[in-house]
């Protein structure tokens, strides 16, 4: 009689084949798949897309915030309050709005459908309902994917957020291009026919690792503050096809 032999596999769960660990994704510029994209709010009530995308078979996702808790998608300039600078979420998630669809993220149809979403309380996806943005889906963008340094939040005695100095990796989209073309929102309404900006944007990021810690050497817990946006974009009025697609 062996010494395991009392080790059965019956009415347990089936293992899978994984190499374990979360992988990111190095810093450079990708061309990507839209999977899914569909809206969510935080419990704070700050607005978001989750962007599901395909690279090169590897599952590339990111929750892209657009509002504030109050609803806003936009910061005052602090040096002049008059000004109104779009949030750097809301300008990411309206660029792949435009460089997929041509149309930005106000005139999106959405559409409820069941996909799988991650829920904090079971620790894993779970089939649920959300306003996916329909149009989206199957569409081909370039993606300039940061990968940075950050510190690990944990709650204090208040219930608030606050940076540990434990980090980890993430990734982030930074820029965005249409594709085929390679041209930025920015190049597109300035009317130029030639991309710039990406093989620029890929010369002095592809492969650093950037350290957005707030937190170094031990330091005590900060509340994070958030990082200042892009220039507001102009927009003219009628709309005309960036991309004409």
């Known amino acids: ?32 798949e839209i999977k899914v994209a569909y809206a969510g709010q935080s419990a704070a009530g700050a607005r978001n897309v989750t962007l599901v995308a395909d690279i090169g078979g590897r599952e590339y996702r990111e929750t892209i915030y657009l509002t504030n808790r109050q609803g806003e998608n936009f910061y005052l300039n602090k040096n002049d309050k008059t000004k109104k600078v779009p949030l750097p979420g809301f ?17 999106q149809d959405t559409e409820e459908k069941v996909v799988n979403v ?7 996806e779970l089939p649920k309902s959300v306003q996916v943005l329909t149009e989206l889906t199957g569409k081909q963008v370039y993606l300039g ?11 204090d005695g208040n219930g608030q ?6 980090t980890r990796n993430e ?6 291009f249409h ?17 710039g900006f990406f093989d620029a944007w890929a010369k002095k990021n592809a492969g650093q690792v950037r350290d957005r810690r707030t937190v170094k ?24 096809s960036l991309f004409n697609s």
């Open 161 to 166: 957020y606050v940076a540990t100095a434990e």
């Open 145 to 155: 994917i940061t990968n940075a340094l950050v510190n690990k939040n944990e709650k």
């Open 179 to 195: 594709y085929p073309t390679k041209m930025t929102v920015a190049e597109a309404r300035d009317g130029k026919t030639e991309p």
């Open 91 to 107: 300008t990411t998630m309206n660029d792949i709005c435009l460089v997929a669809s041509d149309k930005p993220i106000s005139d």
């Open 118 to 124: 991650y829920d904090a309380d079971a620790k894993k």
């Open 1 to 32: 009689m062996g010494l395991f032999n009392d080790m059965k596999t019956e009415g347990l769960e089936e293992t899978q084949d994984r190499l374990g660990g979360f992988s990111p994704f190095e810093t450079d510029i990708y061309e990507a």
């Open 171 to 176: 990734n982030t989209i930074d820029k965005v």
């Open 217 to 240: 050497d031990g330091q005590a817990g900060s509340n994070g503050k958030p990082s200042a946006g892009p220039p507001a974009a102009g927009s003219a009025t009628p709309r005309k």
